[in-house]
């Protein structure tokens, strides 16, 4: 697994130099850095502490305190499915069943072909659609069992 | 009842435009600070009462005047608007909807406290709110409402949105600006690092909360007395067991019963068994508090570290099992804690282990004792407020469902769901 393309390092110099402080930029650039490679690997990690001048073993530290930095490949399309008081009280847990039953994988896991990963979410702050999900950046809800397979159907 | 502002406009689909937002009164508020004078401002806020909408319900011209005045040190506005509180869904409306309300809140909180350069900390989540106040900051640019020399005042800001990365205890304060440096979010210890003496980069900061600066640009295109007489409003997140959950904008110190009408009260044959008033990390109350005032006033709401907290409303009826809601809560706080102290850390899973012990049939009843042993052990222990965030919903269930408890130890089952299958 190669590194960052030089586009990536310009981006994350540009986020750099438009804070007071360049690793202000590090969450953004580990954004960057994942877009482009998918998995935050360690040859990326490094490349992405080489641009912002920071040792390596602290921006590992940093990106594996954060949920929403990946180690491992995922899907092309990470769903969220939340958890959280609102949504378990309007039936979270049958959304979260069908899917796993549907995409046949466990909380966490991707589909073999690579489409789908499939993960349970804390609160994501749209607590008037739960239950309710997220598939990529797109929110989803109030959730029926018998709609799910239309959603998914929107993600190639 | 007053008419509703925060929400006005919030569903017309060009409101995050700035023609449309122009034509609706938008950036009065801004023109109206620009012609005052910086303290005049502060003074302003102060005096319409406004208390900060984040959760812990602090004077918003109060916390600004904390700043120092000196204009040789270089002060910054952060926003915080990494709403994760459970529950909780009105910034994120807010921003979705009326996102240069925001924008103007910022600039005019901004030229109060002589800050050049204002964040916005964003949940990441956010890819919606995100867009509307990209564009609409580019808009604030072209138009000359950020940047230099705004209106022809001379006061100049530059506004940078940054996002989390997913970590709930990013949106406590001195956390969220460990992140925004670049580090893992771990609050830092106060004193010496209250935000308004060390903040971001050390310096001085004025961090708010969305809502909150909405409220600010309201108050200064209407004035102070204006806004007092529509009786400090305040934005509900509703959810849970009603019929129209979302969020709604009513006066400080309505009763729990009436915000639970505003949302179309509870479902069809179904009545009122408990809920959150101010997200998780409050108290569980039951319907004997129905009538309690939703306010910043402790009186009577803090009923075992019960609050307003971000006001949002979790309302559960008579099919919720107490303890199912109280373990996952739990487990909530177990997965965010950032690990710093010992009564976050191991508290919460160790309380998790009993919960999980109860659930399965296997509970003991000194097992109630030893929850509130634990609560206790964390209460006033913790390094910040979200350790103390767990406690609340031990003590007032264990006290006022005690009887729910007592059963799933004895039966080793749950007579809430055997109710509801029958």
Request: glycine share 10%.
């Amino acid at each position: 697994m190669s590194g960052l393309s030089p586009d990536a390092r310009a981006a994350i110099r540009r986020l750099a130099a438009t804070f007071p402080e360049r690793q202000s930029a590090l969450l953004g650039a580990l954004f960057v850095a994942q877009e482009e490679a998918g998995v935050l690997y360690p040859e990326v990690v490094a490349d992405v502490a080489e641009v912002l001048q920071m040792p390596a073993a602290e921006v590992a530290a940093v990106a594996s305190f954060y949920h929403l930095y990946r180690f491992r490949p995922e899907g092309r399309h990470l769903i969220q499915v939340c958890t959280n008081v609102s949504c378990m009280l309007n039936g979270c847990q049958a959304v979260l069943t069908h899917l796993q039953r549907r995409l046949g994988v466990g909380l966490g896991e991707t589909t073999s072909d690579g489409r789908f990963t499939l993960k349970a979410a804390e609160c994501l702050a749209a607590c008037e659609v739960a239950p309710m999900m997220m598939v990529g950046p797109d929110r989803h809800g109030p959730l029926r069992v018998e709609q799910l397979e239309e959603i998914l159907d929107r993600y190639a | 009842m007053p008419e509703p502002f925060l929400l006005r406009y919030i569903h017309e689909p060009d409101q995050g435009e700035m023609d449309a937002y122009l034509a609706r009164g938008g950036y009065e508020g801004l023109r109206r600070a620009l012609t005052m004078a910086p303290e005049q401002v502060v003074e302003e806020v102060e005096k319409s009462g406004l208390r900060g909408r984040g959760g812990a319900g602090f004077s918003t011209g109060r916390k600004w005047k904390f700043l120092p005045r000196d204009p040789a040190v270089t002060k910054y506005l952060v926003v915080n608007a990494d709403e994760g509180e459970p529950g909780t869904f009105k910034d994120r409306t807010l921003m979705e909807g009326d996102p240069h309300r925001l924008i103007e809140g910022m600039v005019i909180a901004s030229y109060a406290i002589d800050a050049h350069q204002a964040f916005i900390y964003l949940r990441r989540e956010f890819h919606q709110a995100r867009a509307a106040l990209e564009r609409a900051i580019a808009q604030a640019y072209a138009r000359g409402y950020l940047g230099r020399n705004i209106g022809g005042s001379g006061f100049h800001l530059d506004v940078i949105i940054a996002t989390g990365a997913g970590a709930y205890i990013a949106g406590e304060e001195t956390a969220l600006l460990e992140s925004l440096e670049g580090r893992r979010a771990m609050p830092r210890l106060k004193p010496p690092f209250y935000p308004a003496v060390k903040g971001l980069y050390m310096q001085p900061t004025a961090l708010n909360n969305v809502e909150t600066l909405c409220h600010v640009a309201w108050i200064l295109a209407r004035g102070e007395a204006w806004y007092r007489q529509q009786g400090s409003p305040i934005l509900f997140s509703v959810s849970g067991h009603v019929q129209r959950p979302g969020v709604y904008e009513l006066p400080l110190g309505t009763t729990i019963r009436r915000v639970i009408e505003a949302a179309g009260g509870l479902r069809p044959g179904r009545t009122f068994k408990a809920c959150f008033p101010g997200g998780t990390s409050s108290a569980i109350l039951p319907a004997a508090y129905l009538d309690t005032p939703m306010d910043y006033d402790l009186a009577r709401l803090d009923v075992y570290g019960s609050m307003l907290g971000s006001a949002a409303l979790i309302v559960m009826d008579d099919t919720t099992c107490m303890l199912e809601v109280v373990a996952r809560t739990i487990e909530f706080y177990r997965d965010e804690s950032c690990g710093k102290c010992t009564p976050c850390r191991e508290g919460t899973v160790w309380l998790t282990q009993v919960f999980d012990r109860i659930l399965q049939g296997q509970g003991r009843m000194e097992d109630l004792e030893l929850l509130n042993g634990i609560a206790r052990g964390m209460t006033g222990t913790c390094f910040c407020p979200l350790g103390e965030s767990v406690p609340p919903a031990i003590y007032s269930t264990v006290r006022f469902f005690r009887d729910e408890y007592e059963h799933h130890i004895r039966a080793a089952s749950c007579d809430v769901k055997a109710a509801v299958r029958v």
